[in-house]
């Protein structure tokens, strides 16, 4: 079946200019996650939703950074302003509620952002 | 303290060798562990979860240690394949909600 995908794949903007990524986590799926890797760094947590509602919002790095999630589904990430310290890959996680199943969470291809 | 931790690395062992990881968590309400496998600029993949009694997969051993609070996870015979970054993931229950936390990985690299 589909996996989690997100849009765009690749995206190069320049600083100071908005950006949004998409993330379609798999149907069903309750819980989403945003994280961001920069090269050769580990996962950083951003922010975690539980149907629509965000319950942990703790690893949003600055209030130019906000996410949504809409009909328990599709999720959008907004950078505001971007700096060149944005540039990553920002990764799109979903799962079935954590609690109820022993299934983890898939990721997605993740955006490749880069700031110039 | 991070509510999980791992050693980055980077391990190099040769092919053959046998190489273990460890993961400590915070949280001692954790309820499930899982260890994922990321290649290099790729997305992270499910390895295998982690159960109290301790599993295994082929080459692949993985156990949980609550009191001490950590899970480690055994390589044997390694394989030129097996080079990636391992992370270590934590359900952790807040509440009713309930999130997963992921290590920064452990990098290892199997040489001939």
């Known amino acids: 079946g589909a996996g989690v995908s997100q849009s765009p794949s690749n995206k190069v903007t320049e600083k100071g200019k908005d950006v949004e990524l998409r993330c379609d986590p798999i149907?069903?799926?309750?819980?989403l996650y945003w994280y961001r890797q920069s090269l050769g760094q580990g996962l950083e947590f951003l922010i975690y939703f539980q149907g629509n509602s965000a319950p942990d919002k703790s690893g949003l790095p600055s209030d130019r950074f906000s996410a949504e999630r809409t009909g328990g589904s599709v999720s959008t990430l907004t950078i505001q302003r971007t700096q060149q310290e944005d540039s990553a890959v920002y990764l799109c996680a979903s799962s079935l509620n954590p609690t109820r199943s022993n299934r983890l969470a898939d990721f997605g291809p993740g955006t490749r952002l880069t700031v110039l | 303290r991070k509510e999980v931790e791992q050693d980055p690395g980077p391990f190099n062992v040769p092919e053959g060798a046998t190489v273990a990881f460890n993961c400590t968590y915070s949280?001692?309400?954790?309820?499930?562990f899982f260890w994922y496998r990321q290649d290099c600029r790729k997305e992270p993949k499910l390895l295998m979860s982690v159960y109290s009694s301790g599993n295994e997969d082929g080459r692949f051993t993985a156990q949980l240690n609550r009191a001490s609070q950590y899970i480690s996870l055994l390589i044997r015979d390694s394989k030129l394949s097996d080079s990636a970054t391992y992370l270590c993931?934590?359900?952790?229950?807040?509440?009713?909600?309930?999130?997963?936390?992921f290590g920064t990985g452990t990098r290892l690299q199997v040489t001939l």
């Open positions: 149907s069903g799926h309750t819980a």
């Open positions: 993931v934590v359900n952790g229950n807040t509440g009713t909600a309930s999130k997963l936390t």
């Open positions: 949280n001692s309400a954790s309820q499930s």
